[in-house]
Each structure stands twice: as structure tokens, then as C-alpha cells.
């Protein structure tokens, strides 16, 4: 039988730069079979809530995410079998009609302001990953992402991050730094930690052949 995929979690506060950190790592080991899973895909169907209702989700909630479902499909692929993992349609505000198919890897990075929040899917994990970024810089990173990719106004960027992301960040995030096997100030531009990491997974796929 195949040896048992090695899970990392990449977790930290939205625009603190766990994405960026996450690819470094998948960018590492081009010809290895290492896939990302994002958190995000797991965001509850909400096709039965009208739209008006569905733009009042609190997507930075624990309650907005089907953890479930990631664990299930999650426990599928450490036992060699394939899932497909929904896809998120951020227009409507609900989970689309399509799925993608993963198939089993040597290495999942599991990415995601809350992967570190539930305890089941915690314990899945083999490095465990806080990346570590002022609320400043976050913020900043916000606002240009939210103007720029997603057309929205200056205002509603910042309202919505006084009103639900900050606080949600204090009080569900930022807590399951503890459980961290590793802390990364200042994200990706923090090039020892990231060659630390690099080396540690290199270190187990060699251990694997």
C-alpha cells in the first residue's frame, strides 16, 4: 500500500499571506505529487436562502464553513481514494453546480483562515502552520485586493473589516495560534522560515523515496 499523504495546514489571518506562503512551499517541489486544498471550497450551499439573505453570511464564522465535509474528503484521500471538492461561485453567494476531482497526493497543503479551529481537522495534520502578519498590513492588503479584483468601494472594504473580519479574526483566529507547530512573521518574505519548511517536507518525501 501506498504511504499515507503528509498533510500541511496553512492558516493566519485574511490577507496576511498564508496563500502566498502556501505556494512558496507547492512552488518548492515542482515534480512532486503536492496538491492545495483551500478551506474556502468548503463553504456551506446556501441555495436555499434567498440572495438578499446569502449576502449577509459571515464568511470569517466557523459556522459558514462545511468542516464536515473537508475531514470526510480529507480521510478519503489519506486511505488512497480520490474526492471531488465542491467549487465556490462568490457571485451568487452559494456553492456551484461543478466539482473538481483530486486524486490522492504525497503531500496536501490545507489552506484557510480556520483549518487550525476544529480539532478533528487538526489532528489530520502533520505541520501545522501560523503565518503571523500585523493587522495593518492586512488591512492594506485587503483594501488593494477587494478594490482591485473584486470592484468594491473603499468604504464597504473597510466596514466590513471594523464590522466582522477584525473581530472574527481576534476571536476565532488569532487563538488557534497556539496550536502551530510553526509561527511565520511577516509571511512570505520571511525566506528562512519558508527554506525551513521546504527542507522539513523534502526531508520526509526523501524518508518516503
Known amino acids: 500500500m501506498a504511504q499515507k499523504p503528509i498533510i500541511i495546514g496553512v492558516t493566519g489571518g485574511s490577507g496576511g499571506g498564508k496563500t502566498s506562503v502556501s505556494r ?5 517541489f515542482p515534480n512532486a505529487r503536492i496538491s492545495m486544498i483551500e478551506h474556502d471550497s468548503y ?20 459556522l459558514a464553513f462545511d468542516t464536515d465535509l473537508m475531514i470526510y474528503h480529507l480521510s478519503e484521500l489519506l486511505a488512497g481514494r480520490g ?10 453567494h452559494t456553492r456551484s453546480d461543478k466539482t473538481y476531482h483530486q486524486e490522492p497526493q504525497d503531500v496536501f497543503i490545507v489552506e484557510g483562515i480556520l483549518v487550525l ?26 483594501i488593494k485586493r477587494d478594490m482591485e479584483e473584486r470592484g468594491r468601494s473603499l468604504d464597504s472594504v473597510i466596514e466590513q473589516y471594523l464590522g466582522v473580519v477584525k473581530p472574527m479574526y481576534h476571536q476565532f483566529i488569532e ?16 525566506v528562512v522560515a519558508i527554506d525551513l519548511i521546504n527542507t522539513k517536507v523534502e526531508s520526509i518525501l526523501r524518508s518516503r523515496g
Not at 446569502?54 to 466557523?62: E, F, Q, S
Open 24 to 28: 512558496a512551499i507547492l512552488n518548492n
Open 83 to 92: 474526492v471531488d471538492i465542491p467549487i465556490y461561485d462568490y457571485t451568487q
Open 43 to 62: 463553504y456551506k450551499n446556501q441555495s436555499h436562502l434567498t440572495f438578499e439573505e446569502r449576502i449577509l453570511t459571515n464568511y470569517d464564522h466557523p
Open 117 to 142: 479551529e476544529d480539532k478533528r481537522l487538526r489532528d489530520l495534520m502533520d505541520i501545522k502552520i501560523f503565518v503571523d502578519t500585523d493587522d495593518d498590513v492586512r488591512i492594506i492588503r485587503r
Open 175 to 190: 487563538p488557534t495560534k497556539r496550536y502551530a507547530d510553526i509561527v511565520i512573521p511577516e509571511g512570505v518574505s520571511n
